[in-house]
């Protein structure tokens, strides 16, 4: 077996693996919401925060992360548009869909990218978020793969591209 079909059997097997978890009642609606707070929801509320503590000290990290947010929408439907790659659920018989989708394509996990870009922009300005911020990127990504909406594959590029823009941002 080749490299290419190698990742591509860890990653089918990893996801049925993590998927499973919907089989225990109380996980589905917790990898739900962590997904829905993944919306950008969670995201607004925090810029949000920023601006109500902070005023117009808080300012520049909204604006730092409205452009990264703005670069990694970018990038993310360009690769959405070039990959088409399906989601697990609809390709994978052993996957189980946990929620409704935003879009119709599985790489890259656009949740992993923008969570990740913007938990190293928050966590730049405030320090003490970094690991909070850390616990609430890592629940966003995983809930994609247990709710059957990405591969692992996805979120971990997901995850590369935003850390990428996010220090691009940074001059990095």
Known sequence: MDIVARVLHWDERLCVKMNRALRYTAVTPFFRAMSWLGNGI??????????????????????HMILVGVACTTIYKILKRGTLRPRPYEVVQAVAPGAAVLDNFSFPSGHTLHAVAFSLVASAY???????????????????????????????????????????????
């Open 126 to 172: 405030y320090p003490a978020l970094a690991i909070p911020l850390a616990v609430v990127t890592l629940l966003t990504a995983a809930s994609r793969v247990v709710l059957g909406l990405h591969y692992p594959s996805d979120v971990l590029a997901g995850a590369a591209i935003g850390a990428t823009l996010a220090g691009l941002s940074f001059g990095i």
């Open 42 to 63: 969670f995201w607004y509320a925090l810029i949000l925060a920023f601006l109500v503590r902070d005023g117009a000290g808080g300012v520049p990290a909204v604006l």
